[in-house]
Every structure is written in structure tokens, then in C-alpha cells.
């Protein structure tokens, strides 16, 4: 079976610091990846998603960056993080064809201080 | 923003069906419904989702009425597990993207 995995599940970090989220995917070939945010009390909001090695889409301009080094794996990035960037960040996977759902890892819980 | 309306939050009782609906009276014919749950601090889980028939899978049965305006998502035995924040988005099947979790039901499974 499928299984993804985020980490680290909490991460508090300084205004300016550099940052690098990892997620990871076992159990399928060539999946879409997905980066959302959820800030307190609201939905999700969709920053990047990948078909492929090499290919991001984004879908909020933004401090953040998205990177796809290897076929399940997806890591969003930041080289100065803002006091905004505050929040629940999900990873999600889905196999591609039309109308697959998307399956979310367990996220990471970042603050900025 | 979401093109769903659901109540705010509902209660049900342990080992009794909860049936959650979702108002999508703008659904277009190429767009599906999903639903997904969220418990507090963890991601969401993908719970069903269909087209136009009704639908079942171990976790629940999904019910679209024939002018697809609204669904009904039951879970047949609940139990205090599923207490819950239930998400029902309507979505193009083939885009790339983006889910829009609206404000979702609150379900309360009581003992």
C-alpha cells in the first residue's frame, strides 16, 4: 500500500532563517506531489504541484520555493522565512488520470517567531 | 471559494449512522465530489468520492441525488473516532489541483 511521509511534524523557527521541508512517497511510480498550506481556522490553499522530476507549478507567488529532486520526492524551501509563512504545511499525493484523490501526509506544523 | 454549503456541525450517537449532506447546487457536469475528514492537528484523509451514481467503500457510502445538485456522505456505524471536521469539495476531475476545503460539518460522535 501507499504511504507518505512528512517531516519534521513541528518546526519553530526564527524570521530569516532558511527553511526545508522534506516529503516522501512509497508505494507508487510517477505520482502528482502537492504542497498546501492551512493557516489557523482556514482551509487549505494549494502552493506548488508536480507531474514529474523536475516540474513545478506554482500557484501563489511567494517567499517559498519547491523542488522535486527524485520521482517521490517533493521538498518546499524558503532561503528567509516571514512571520506570515506561519502555518500547517500538507504534502499530497495522487496517481495520475482523471479524477484520482489526493492522499495527505500528516503535515508540518511551522512558526515562525 | 467553495462552491459547497454544509452545516456547521452535527451530532450523532456511538454505533449509529451519521448521514452528513452537502448542498453543490452549482455543479457542473464534469466535476466531482469528494469528501475528505480532518481530526484536529493531523492531515486530511480521503474518504470517497464519485460522479453521478452513489457510491461505497469500507468507510462510507456516498449518496448523489439525480440532478447531482446535493450528496449525502453516511457513515453506517459511527463511532467516537469519527469525530471529526467532514469536508465535501466539488472538484474538476482532471485538473492538476486544487482542492478548496471549505468550512466543512463538525461532527460530534457522542457515547
Known amino acids: 500500500s501507499q504511504t507518505i511521509h512528512q517531516w519534521p511534524a513541528t518546526l519553530v523557527q526564527p524570521v530569516g532563517s532558511p527553511l526545508s521541508l522534506e516529503c516522501t512517497v512509497e508505494?507508487?511510480?510517477?505520482?502528482?506531489l502537492y504542497w498546501y498550506r492551512q493557516a489557523a481556522g482556514r482551509g487549505l490553499q494549494l502552493l506548488f504541484y508536480?507531474?514529474?522530476?523536475?516540474?513545478i507549478s506554482s500557484e501563489v507567488p511567494q517567499n517559498l520555493s519547491a523542488s522535486r529532486p527524485q520521482d517521490r520526492q517533493f521538498i518546499l524551501s524558503s532561503k528567509k522565512l516571514l512571520l506570515s509563512d506561519s502555518g500547517f504545511y500538507l504534502c499530497?499525493?495522487?496517481?495520475?488520470?482523471?479524477?484520482?484523490?489526493?492522499?495527505f501526509g500528516d503535515g508540518t506544523r511551522l512558526s515562525i517567531l | 471559494d467553495a462552491k459547497t454549503t454544509q452545516p456547521p456541525s452535527m451530532d450523532c450517537a456511538e454505533g449509529r449512522a451519521a448521514n452528513l449532506p452537502c448542498n453543490h447546487s452549482t455543479i457542473s457536469g464534469n466535476e466531482y465530489v469528494y469528501w475528505y475528514r480532518q481530526i484536529h492537528s493531523q492531515g486530511p484523509q480521503y474518504i470517497i468520492h464519485g460522479l453521478k451514481n452513489n457510491e461505497t467503500n469500507e468507510m462510507a457510502s456516498l449518496i448523489i441525488t439525480e440532478d447531482r445538485k446535493s450528496s449525502t456522505l453516511i457513515l453506517p456505524h459511527a463511532t467516537l473516532r469519527d469525530t471529526a471536521v467532514y469536508y465535501c469539495i466539488v472538484k474538476f476531475g482532471g485538473s492538476q489541483g486544487n482542492l478548496i476545503f471549505g468550512k466543512g460539518t463538525k461532527l460530534s460522535v457522542k457515547p
Open positions: 508536480s507531474v514529474g522530476i523536475g516540474q
Open positions: 508505494g507508487t511510480s510517477n505520482p502528482n
Open positions: 499530497a499525493w495522487s496517481t495520475t488520470g482523471w479524477n484520482q484523490p489526493q492522499h
